[in-house]
């Protein structure tokens, strides 16, 4: 038997243990593309659903709107490039990157 000052292991629920929709559902109000960078780092599972179409949608792919900093496309992007950034967004329905396109 476990005294009471110990830690009982075992007993907890993790994130992790959610179903991936409801996950999915709680992470889709990040917007910010540092964001989903940031998440994309934590583990395997969020940088799945990180990438999925639901979350893609709603990622803010400009940037700060006054600034345009943390957007998905920099100075350094040429033409192609930048389409090519923007791609995936644009497939999963995300209107601001494809008017950006």
Do not use: H, W
């Not at 943390?70 to 494809?98: C, S, V």
Request: hydrophobic letters at 35%; a negative charge.
């Amino acid at each position: 038997k476990e005294s009471e000052g110990e830690n009982n292991k075992g007993d907890g629920v993790s994130l992790t243990d959610l179903p991936e929709d409801l996950i999915a559902n709680c992470l889709s109000f990040m917007g910010g593309v540092e964001d989903r960078f940031a998440l994309q780092c934590t583990s395997k599972q969020y940088q799945r659903i990180s990438n999925t179409d639901e979350m893609l949608i709603g990622i803010q792919v400009g940037g700060d709107k006054e600034t345009g900093l943390n957007g998905i496309i920099t100075e350094k992007d040429t033409p192609e490039t930048a389409a090519d950034n923007l791609a995936p967004f644009a497939l999963a329905g995300n209107l601001e990157a494809i008017y950006m396109l």
